[in-house]
C-alpha cells in the first residue's frame, strides 16, 4: 500500500518541475526543451492517478502500475532536487561555477532526464492499456461494503462498559434547565472502540425508553448529506418510507414529526467536518420538547466541537482483565476454565498487543477458536495483522476508514510514522521538523512551514491517530503516543518503503527502501553495511538506549548513500563526521545532539538545502564550520548546552579548603564557581597558570556570516566576538528568528550603533531573550555608561514572554524597561547586575507572572515606587518573587492592601541587612527564607503551607509556630540549633512534611519528646546533622508513612516505639555508622520498603541470618547498601 499516497508526491513533483529555480536551471543549461517534456507526460499520468488510485484495491495491474510510477517518481524528484541545489551552490559561490559548469550539467543531467522520460512513456502506455481514466474525483477507498448500524445489540456479549453506559444514560436523564431545549452528546474515539455500542446499550436503557417519548437511531457513516440525513430520521422516527425529494417539506414534515416530543436522536458514525452542512440538518431540531437529546457518535474531536453542546465523552480502551475475559468467550466457549494454560499465556500477550480494542479482541479470539496447535497461535502473536487476518473481518477496513478519509498530504504525514517502534512517544516539533525535511508540508500562502505542520499534527490529534500522553518534565511540553493498532495501519500502508529494525537481528531491507530506523535496544555493535544496497535511503534514525555504543560513522557511507534527507545521530559517542557528509545534497535535517562531537567537517557547509541543524548538549564541540553562512536554507540552529568542553567547575558550597592540582589540566575551563566555599584558599596558582591565561580568553564564537542564513528560525545562541562577521550586527536580517535566543558576550559590542543595527524590535516571533554580559570581566574595568547605551538599543520586541539580564554592568536599566511597553512579558530575571541602584518599573507589566532579582549589589532600599503610582493595582499577575544575593539591601516597605494580588510563592536569599517585610498579600502558600540573619520576626501568614528556612536563628523559627496552616517545613544549615524550639509544634497540626538538613548542633528533635503532637506528619527526614545522637525516647506521630535519616554519624538507636507505625511504608537510613541495632520485637507490619546503606553493625545484623532478620523478614523490599536481599 506504499502506493496509497502517490497523489500527494506527485503533487510535490509537479511543483518542484515548476519552480522558477528549475526551470531556471533549464534555461541556462539548455535543458529546458527536456524539462518541458517531462512536464507534459506527468501531467498525463497525473490526471488518471486519482482512478488508479481507487481501482489497485481490487486490480493487481493496476497497484504493480503505481508502484513502477512510485520509483520514476522519486527517481525524478532526486534529480529535480539535485538541479535545484547546484543552481543554488552555483550563485553561492560564482568562482566555482562558469561556462564549463553547464557543459558538465548539460551532461550530467541530460541522459537521467532522458531515461526518466522512456520510463515514463512505457508507463503512460500502459495506461492506455490498464483504461485508466481521467478527471475521475477521488474518493474514499472501500475495503469490503461498510454495514449499516442498527439501534438493537446483544448485550450477553459486550464485557466492560457498563460505566460508560451509566455516564450516558446520566447524561441523557439529565433535563437542561438553561435557554437551549435540546443537547447535543458526542461519543468521540478511535475506530473499534465501540463507540457504536456504548450508543446501543444507552438507547436500550429501560429507563432511557421511559423517559424519551420518541427515540430515533440512524446509521450516518460518510453521507450527511442533510436531505439524506433528514430523510434517513423521518423513517426512523415514523416506520414509514419517506418519499419527499427536497429538503424543505421533508424539514417540515420532520417537525410534525418531534414537535413537543421529548426525543432520542442517535446519529451513529459522523464523518462530515463541515459546519454547514450541520447548519443546514439541524434547523427543525429544536422544536422537540425540553430536555430532548442527540447523541453523535465519530472518530473525529473536529465533528464533536463542531455539532456538541456539552463536552464529549471520550472513549477509553477496554482494561486488560475485560480484554482477557471478552478473548476467553471467543477463543474458548466450552473450556473457559479449563484451557490449556500453554495457550493461555500466549492468549494474554496477544490481548495485551490489542491495547484495549474490543474490536481486535474478539476478531482474533474468532480466528483462534478451537485451535489447539501452539505454533497457530504463535504464528498470531508474532505476525502482522495484515497477514494473519483477511480484509473482511474488520480490523484493517475499520482503521483504514479513518486513513481513507485523510487529505493525501495527511496520509504521507501519517505514513511517515511508521518508522517508529510502537510504543513510541512522540514530540510534535520534532515530528513537524522530520515531515518537513521529506517535503511533506504544502506551502500555503504567507503561513511558515512549521506552522503548516503543526495544523497537520492538529488535524491528527483530533481524528483520533495519535492521543495525549504526559506533558514532559524536562520542558514542559505535550508528549504524544498513538493507539498500536493506529501504528499497524501506518506500517501497512508504508509496506516496503519503511523499515523498523533491532541491532543483532537479521532484517533485509529491500533495495528500494526509503525509510529507515535502527533501534539500539540492546549492546550488539551496529552494523552500516546493511545499508549499502538501499541507495535511495531517504531517513536514517537511529534510536534506543544502547545508541551510545556507536562511536564511529563509517567514512564511505555517505558514499554509498546520497540520497539522505533526514538524518538523526542524536545521542551516539561519534567524534567526528565524515567528510563525505557533504555528499548529501539533499539533507534537510542532521541532529548530532547529545554525542561526543568535537567539530564539523567544513564539508558540511556545501549542504545548501539543510534546513534543521540540532547540537543539543553537545559538550565537547569546539567549533562550527567557518562557511556555515553557505546554508542558506538553514532555519534551525540549536546549539543549547553545547560549551567547548569544560568552562564551568562547579564547587558551590563543596566546602573546600584548596583545589586539586590536576585542575591545571582542564586547559579548557573558563569559569570557577566558588560560591558559598568560604574556606576556599589557594586558587591563585591555578589563576595564574599560563595555560588558563589564555583560555580563559579563549572562547566559542558563532561562525561568521550568520546573517546571510534569512531562513534561519532556531538560534540558541549567538556568541558576539570581534572577529569580522560575528558582531552582533549580523542579527539585523535574520527577521524570522523565533522561540528562544541567548545573546552573550555583549561586552563585544563595539559601538551602541552596532547594537541598534541588530534591530531586536523586529524580531516579532522571539518570545524568550537572554541578553549576557560575561560575568569574569571585573566591575571596575567596565565602561558602565557604554553598556547602558548598549542595552537601551537592544529594545525587544513587544512579544517577548521571557526576559533574562545577566552581568550588566551598567548603574541605571534601560528606559524601555520602565515605560512598560513589555506588555507581553511573564516572567523576567535580573542577574547579577550589581551596579544598579533601583529596579525597573515592572509594577507596570499586566501579564508577569514570575519575577526573579539576584545580584543587584547597589539596591538598598525597595519603596513605593517598586509598586506604582497608587492608581492601579500593581504587580496585578505576580504570582512568584525571587530575590537572592542583594547584600547591602535593608529596607522592603511600601506594599499596600490590594497590590500583587496574585503572590503565592516569595524566596528571599542572602540578605542579611534585611530586617523585616513588609505587608504580603494573604495568598501567599510557599515561602522560603535563607541566609537572612537580620529578621527578627515575619508578619502573620496564615496561608503559608510550605516554609523553608535556612541559616537562620532560634527566635526567627518560633515565629512560625503560628502559622496553623504549614503542610511541610525544611530547616537547614541553622548551625545554632540544638533541637526543635519548644512551643514550635504544638500549634502545627497540618504539617506533613518536615525535614532538618545541615545542622551541625542539632542532638534531640524535641526537648519534651512532643513530635507526636505533629498530628499529621506524614514525611520526616533527618540530613547531615553530625551530633545529633537519639531518637530512643521520641514518639514518633502515629500518621508517619516515610522516615529518613541520612549521615548522622553518632545516632545511636531509633525510637522504641517505632513497631506500633502503622502506616509506615518506608525506612531509609543511611551513613550513620554508630547505629548498631534496630529497636523492639519487629518493625511494623506495613513497611514496604527498608533500605540501610553504609551503616556496617545494622548491615551484619539485617542479613538473613542476622539478628534482626526476623524483625525485618516480613518487609516485601529490603536493600542494603546496593543488593537487593528481598525484593517483591
Not at 584 to 592: C, G, T
Not at 967 to 984: F, K, N, V
Amino acid at each position: 500500500m506504499a502506493d496509497a499516497v502517490l497523489s500527494a508526491f506527485m503533487q510535490v513533483v509537479f511543483q518542484q518541475l515548476a519552480s522558477p529555480i528549475v526551470e531556471e536551471f533549464g534555461l541556462v543549461n539548455n535543458l529546458d526543451k527536456q524539462l518541458k517534456k517531462l512536464a507534459r507526460l506527468l501531467a498525463r499520468i497525473r490526471a488518471v492517478i486519482c482512478d488508479a488510485e481507487q481501482r489497485q484495491i481490487s486490480e493487481v495491474a493496476v497497484r504493480i502500475w503505481l508502484i513502477d510510477l512510485k520509483e520514476v517518481a522519486y527517481d525524478a524528484d532526486d534529480m529535480l532536487d539535485e538541479m535545484s541545489t547546484q543552481l543554488l551552490r552555483s550563485k553561492l559561490l560564482p568562482q566555482l561555477y562558469g561556462f564549463f559548469s553547464s557543459i558538465s550539467f548539460q551532461l550530467e543531467f541530460a541522459p537521467r532526464i532522458d531515461e526518466i522520460i522512456e520510463k515514463l512513456e512505457d508507463i503512460a502506455n500502459e495506461r492506455d492499456d490498464l483504461h485508466l481514466k481521467e478527471g475521475v474525483v477521488s474518493t474514499k477507498y472501500k475495503i469490503g461494503e461498510r454495514l449499516h448500524s442498527s439501534s438493537l445489540i446483544d448485550q450477553l456479549c459486550v464485557v466492560g462498559r457498563s460505566d460508560d453506559k451509566e455516564a450516558i444514560v446520566s447524561l441523557l436523564m439529565l433535563d437542561d434547565s438553561g435557554e437551549s431545549k435540546l443537547s447535543v452528546i458526542p461519543i468521540v474515539g478511535m475506530g473499534s472502540l465501540g463507540k457504536t455500542v456504548i450508543a446501543q446499550l444507552a438507547y436500550n436503557d429501560q429507563r432511557v425508553e421511559k423517559h424519551f417519548e420518541l427515540r430515533i437511531w440512524v446509521s450516518v457513516l460518510e453521507d450527511f448529506d442533510p436531505k439524506v440525513v433528514t430523510k434517513a430520521i423521518i423513517e426512523s422516527a415514523t416506520a414509514v418510507r419517506c418519499d419527499l425529494l427536497d429538503l424543505d417539506p421533508m424539514q417540515r414534515r420532520l417537525i410534525e414529526v418531534i414537535k413537543e416530543k421529548k426525543y432520542l436522536l442517535v446519529l451513529d458514525d459522523v464523518w462530515n467536518d463541515n459546519p454547514s452542512y450541520w447548519d443546514g440538518l439541524r434547523v427543525p431540531f429544536s422544536v422537540g420538547a425540553r430536555g430532548s437529546k442527540i447523541i453523535v457518535t465519530t472518530r473525529s474531536e473536529t465533528v464533536s466541537s463542531i455539532m456538541g453542546t456539552t463536552p464529549a465523552y471520550c472513549l477509553k480502551g477496554l482494561s486488560n482483565k475485560d480484554c482477557w475475559s471478552l478473548f476467553q468467550k471467543r477463543a474458548f466457549p466450552h473450556a473457559v476454565p479449563d484451557a490449556p494454560q500453554n495457550l493461555v499465556k500466549i492468549g494474554k500477550k496477544i490481548v495485551h498487543n490489542c491495547q484495549g480494542s474490543p474490536l481486535a479482541v474478539k476478531v482474533l479470539g474468532d480466528l483462534l477458536n478451537s485451535v489447539t496447535d501452539e505454533n497457530e497461535w504463535d504464528i498470531v502473536l508474532q505476525g502482522e495483522l495484515w497477514d494473519i487476518t483477511d480484509d473482511k473481518n474488520g480490523i484493517l477496513p475499520t482503521f483504514k476508514l479513518s486513513y481513507d478519509h485523510l487529505r493525501s498530504h495527511l496520509k504521507q504525514c501519517f505514513g511517515y510514522c511508521s518508522i517508529f517502534p510502537r510504543d513510541h512517544v512522540y514530540e510534535k516539533d520534532y515530528l513537524v521538523l522530520l515531515w518537513m525535511g521529506q517535503g511533506f508540508i504544502q506551502p500555503r500562502g504567507l503561513k511558515q512551514l512549521e506552522g503548516i505542520g503543526s495544523d497537520y499534527f492538529h488535524e491528527l490529534l483530533l481524528r483520533s491517530f495519535f492521543f495525549f500522553s504526559h506533558n514532559d518534565p524536562l520542558d514542559g511540553q505535550p508528549r504524544y503516543k498513538m493507539h498500536g493498532l493506529i501504528h499497524d495501519l501506518s506500517r501497512f500502508v508504508t509496506q516496503g518503503e519503511s523499515f523498523t529494525m533491532s541491532t543483532g537481528k537479521v532484517c533485509l531491507i529491500s533495495k528500494k527502501a526509503r525509510h529507515v530506523s535502527l533501534h539500539c535496544d540492546n549492546p550488539n555493535p551496529v552494523d552500516f553495511g546493511i545499508f549499502n544496497e538501499s541507495k535511495t535511503l531517504r531517513s536514517l534514525l537511529l534510536l534506543g538506549g544502547y545508541r551510545y555504543l556507536v562511536k564511529k560513522i563509517p567514512h564511505d557511507l555517505f558514499l554509498h548513500l546520497k540520497c539522505f534527507r533526514v538524518l538523526d545521530l542524536s545521542h551516539t559517542s561519534i567524534t567526528e563526521l565524515p567528510n563525505s557528509i557533504g555528499n548529501l545534497q539533499h539533507l534537510r535535517y542532521l541532529d548530532l545532539s547529545w554525542s561526543r562531537i568535537q567539530r564539523l567537517p567544513e564539508s558540511l557547509s556545501s549542504l545548501c538545502n539543510l534546513q534543521t541543524l540540532k547540537l543539543i548538549k553537545c559538550l565537547e564541540l569546539v567549533v562550527l564550520p567557518d562557511n556555515m553562512s553557505n546554508l542558506m536554507n538553514l532555519r534551525h540552529l540549536n546549539i543549547s548546552f553545547s560549551t567547548a568542553l569544560l568552562k564551568i567547575l562547579p564547587l558551590a558550597d563543596k566546602r573546600l579548603l584548596d583545589l586539586p592540582k590536576c585542575v591545571r589540566n582542564l586547559i579548557n575551563l573558563r569559569d570557577i564557581d566558588t560560591s558559598f566555599s568560604m574556606n576556599l584558599g589557594n586558587i591563585l596558582p591555578f589563576a595564574e597558570s599560563e595555560s588558563h591565561s589564555n583560555s580563559l580568553s579563549r572562547l566559542i564564537s558563532t561562525p561568521p556570516g550568520m546573517g546571510k542564513l534569512t531562513c534561519l528560525q532556531t538560534l540558541s545562541n549567538f556568541v558576539v566576538t570581534k572577529r569580522s562577521g560575528c558582531g552582533i550586527e549580523e542579527l539585523k536580517s535574520l527577521v524570522d528568528l523565533r522561540g528562544s535566543l541567548c545573546i552573550s558576550k555583549l561586552e563585544n559590542v563595539t559601538t551602541t550603533e552596532k547594537a541598534k543595527e541588530a534591530d531586536l524590535k523586529s524580531k516579532h516571533h522571539l518570545h524568550e531573550l537572554t541578553l549576557r554580559w560575561s560575568e569574569k570581566n571585573p566591575l571596575n574595568l567596565r565602561n558602565d555608561v557604554h553598556e547602558e547605551g548598549v542595552l537601551e538599543c537592544l529594545h525587544p520586541n513587544k512579544n517577548v514572554k521571557v526576559l533574562r539580564i545577566e552581568n550588566f554592568g551598567g548603574t541605571r536599566f534601560p528606559s524601555w524597561m520602565k515605560n512598560g511597553s513589555l506588555s507581553n512579558l511573564v516572567s523576567i530575571c535580573i542577574i547579577n547586575c550589581q551596579k544598579c541602584e533601583t529596579l525597573p518599573h515592572f509594577w507596570q507589566l499586566p501579564l508577569l507572572k514570575d519575577l526573579k532579582i539576584h545580584g543587584i549589589h547597589g539596591l538598598i532600599h525597595i519603596g513605593r515606587d517598586f509598586y506604582g503610582d497608587g492608581m492601579v493595582v500593581g504587580f496585578p499577575s505576580l504570582e512568584k518573587l525571587e530575590m537572592k544575593d542583594m547584600p547591602n539591601l535593608e529596607h522592603w516597605s511600601g506594599v499596600e492592601a490590594g497590590e500583587i494580588p496574585c503572590l503565592c510563592e516569595l524566596t528571599i536569599w542572602d540578605c542579611p541587612k534585611m530586617t523585616e517585610l513588609p505587608n504580603l498579600p494573604s495568598k501567599i502558600t510557599t515561602l522560603e527564607i535563607v541566609n537572612c540573619r537580620g529578621f527578627e520576626s515575619f508578619p502573620m501568614l496564615h496561608s503559608i503551607q510550605k516554609l523553608v528556612l535556612g541559616k537562620c536563628n532560634e527566635v526567627v523559627l518560633k515565629s512560625f509556630a503560628c502559622f496553623i496552616c504549614l503542610s511541610s517545613l525544611t530547616i537547614s544549615t541553622c548551625t545554632e540549633l540544638r533541637y526543635l524550639p519548644d512551643g514550635l509544634l504544638q500549634n502545627l497540626t497540618s504539617l506533613k512534611e518536615l525535614k532538618i538538613i545541615d545542622c551541625d548542633e542539632l542532638t534531640f528533635l524535641t526537648q519534651e519528646q512532643n513530635l507526636h503532637k505533629l498530628s499529621s506528619l506524614e514525611y520526616l527526614e533527618i540530613c547531615c546533622c553530625p551530633r545529633f545522637k537519639s531518637l530512643k525516647d521520641e514518639y514518633l506521630p502515629s500518621t508517619l508513612k516515610s522516615f529518613r535519616i541520612v549521615s548522622c554519624p553518632c545516632l545511636t538507636s531509633l525510637p522504641e516505639e517505632m513497631q506500633h507505625l502503622s502506616t509506615l511504608h518506608l525506612l531509609e537510613v543511611w551513613n550513620c555508622p554508630e547505629l548498631s541495632s534496630l529497636p523492639g520485637k519487629e518493625m511494623p507490619a506495613s513497611l514496604q520498603l527498608f533500605w540501610v546503606r553504609r551503616c556496617p553493625a545494622l548491615k551484619e545484623r539485617c542479613h538473613d541470618e542476622g539478628e534482626d532478620w526476623p524483625k525485618i523478614s516480613h518487609i516485601p523490599n529490603i536493600r542494603i547498601n546496593l543488593e537487593w536481599i528481598q525484593q517483591s
